[in-house]
């Protein structure tokens, strides 16, 4: 094989030894393949958004500052009497697993509840878009926890 100094000698020769005939040779023998791929490759894209399951997520983000014209507009003029120590307990106060427990107990994720997809291959979460309520009174058999019962109207 050559040394080539300059990546440009490289490709005036690739340019110099191209075959076109060749190339389109090759390329008749195998259209039938590179279509076949390209089909599958599509189709294979297709099922994948389809009918896999969608996920979100959600972030949010507190920012305290202490400047007057905030503080009125938002109507708590009583953080700019507090100081550091205090806003910094805040947010600790946020961040706590106290809180994050708190607020997970009162959302409602006791019962899920889940719509089956036309073709039965993926199923939609229906979290407060559900058409009915069950209401938990006693469970008698705690087998039944953790398990899909089917509702049919």
């Given at each position: ?19 076109l ?23 294979g ?5 389809r ?17 007057p ?68 009174i ?16």
């Amino acid at each position: 094989m050559e040394n080539y100094k300059d990546t440009s000698d490289f490709l005036n020769d690739a340019i110099e030894d191209f075959n076109l005939n060749l190339f389109k040779y090759v390329l008749k023998k195998s259209i039938i393949w590179i279509i076949l791929l390209f089909i599958l490759c599509l189709g294979g894209g297709f099922l994948v958004i389809r009918y896999s399951e969608r996920i979100y997520e959600a972030s949010a983000s507190l920012i305290l500052k202490k400047t007057p014209e905030t503080m009125k507009v938002l109507g708590v003029e009583s953080i700019l009497q507090a100081d550091d120590a205090e806003i910094y307990r805040e947010i600790q106060l946020l961040k706590s697993s106290m809180m994050i427990h708190r607020v997970l107990d009162s959302l409602p994720l006791a019962v899920s509840y889940f719509n089956k997809g036309r073709t039965g291959l993926v199923s939609s979460e229906m979290y407060k878009t559900s058409p009915f309520e069950v209401s938990i009174i006693k469970i008698k058999n705690t087998q039944i926890l953790d398990e899909v019962i089917k509702l049919k109207f």
